[in-house]
Nanobody, 123 residues
Framework: VQLQAFGGGFVQAGGSLRLSCAAS????????MGWFRQAPGKEREFVAV????????RYADSVKGRFTISRDFAKNTVHLQMNCLRPEDTAIYYC?????????????????WGQGTLVTVSS
């Protein structure tokens, strides 16, 4: 599986962005899909994950209520809708694929990673 993330950019605090991650291959539905982020000077952290069916989602506490993860099986794409953005959301955002029916937050469990897309939120 190859992943390509896009949609990052520059936005003012309170604004919105929608990230997308396009996946190649025919087994997209076999993978739980996650989003992670790495802020400057910090370690990469979990943001959100969606199950193989798309029915179950899990979020980091820091983004709960503001971010929404979804997936489009027809287009082999996973999205991250980010609303009410804050300066502390500034980071490189990565999508990743986990060949598991569980929803997992540990980075090392993910099999494939995209290249990352930069989100900058100004105050």
């Amino acid at each position: 599986v190859q992943l390509q993330a896009f949609g990052g950019g520059f936005v003012q605090a309170g604004g919105s962005l929608r990230l997308s991650c396009a996946a190649s291959g025919r087994t997209f539905s076999s993978y739980a899909m996650g989003w992670f982020r790495q802020a400057p000077g910090k370690e990469r952290e979990f943001v959100a994950v969606i199950s193989t069916s798309g029915a179950i989602r899990r979020y980091a506490d820091s983004v709960k209520g503001r971010f929404t993860i979804s997936r489009d099986f027809a287009k082999n794409t996973v999205h991250l809708q980010m609303n009410c953005l804050r300066p502390e959301d500034t980071a490189i955002y990565y999508c990743a694929a986990d060949r598991s029916v569980e929803l997992r937050e540990e980075q090392w469990r993910y099999d494939y990673w995209g290249q990352g897309t930069l989100v900058t939120v100004s105050s």
